[in-house]
């Protein structure tokens, strides 16, 4: 059974908070080297470096996470964690463009919408060091983000197709969730991932 985040200001919905997100970054780093991996040869050295990077950033973020872990006197791994972003990764197995549509554009896309809100819970906590892991993540997401809208696009391009249709297309067959406002769209688009793609099926 999954750990019920709650309020913020209880010590076990902390921890609850900080181990999910954990598992979020730990979960990433195989997902950024099993991007490189499984599609490296066909997409090329640039494919491959960019998700090697975003495997490094992803390493980093996890250490800083079971750092915060261990202050607050637990450690990953304690708690139960779900398997959505690997069943996302198997679904998409066999297709780079499909993978590339739901994992960086859908499922770190959202990372980019909800991290402005849990920052401000943990600014309101009072707690420094975690504002500046959260701060550092968001930064580093929209740079993943923007990798995978990149690597996407040349997609697109090769298949002669119009990207947000395409994109729209591969999210409703590969991607079991819902697509829910609001959006960081500033974020969104700082990544290059415009409202043009994810408004129309939104709900």
Not at 117 to 130: I, N, P, S, Y
Request: hydrophobic share 50%; net charge neutral.
């Amino acid at each position: 059974q999954m750990p019920k985040r709650g309020k913020f200001g209880s010590e076990r919905a902390r921890i609850a908070l900080w181990h999910s997100l954990a598992h979020i970054e730990f979960v990433a780093i195989d997902l950024a080297l099993d991007m490189a991996g499984r599609f490296g040869e066909a997409m090329g050295a640039e494919f491959v470096s960019d998700f090697l990077d975003v495997a490094a950033d992803e390493a980093m973020h996890f250490a800083l996470l079971a750092r915060k872990l261990e202050q607050l006197g637990s450690r990953y791994g304690a708690l139960p964690a779900h398997a959505g972003l690997w069943e996302a990764a198997h679904a998409t197995r066999h297709d780079v463009t499909a993978r590339l549509a739901v994992v960086p554009m859908v499922l770190e896309a959202r990372g980019l919408d909800v991290t402005p809100a849990m920052l401000e819970r943990v600014q309101t906590a009072g707690d420094t060091g975690g504002v500046k892991i959260l701060a550092r993540i968001l930064d580093d997401e929209i740079r993943h983000v923007g990798f995978g809208t990149k690597h996407f696009l040349r997609c697109a391009e090769m298949a002669q197709a119009r990207p947000e249709s395409l994109w729209q297309t591969l999210v409703k067959q590969h991607f079991g969730g819902a697509i829910k406002p609001p959006f960081n769209d500033s974020a969104r688009l700082a990544a290059g991932l415009s409202r043009e793609f994810y408004t129309v099926i939104a709900h």
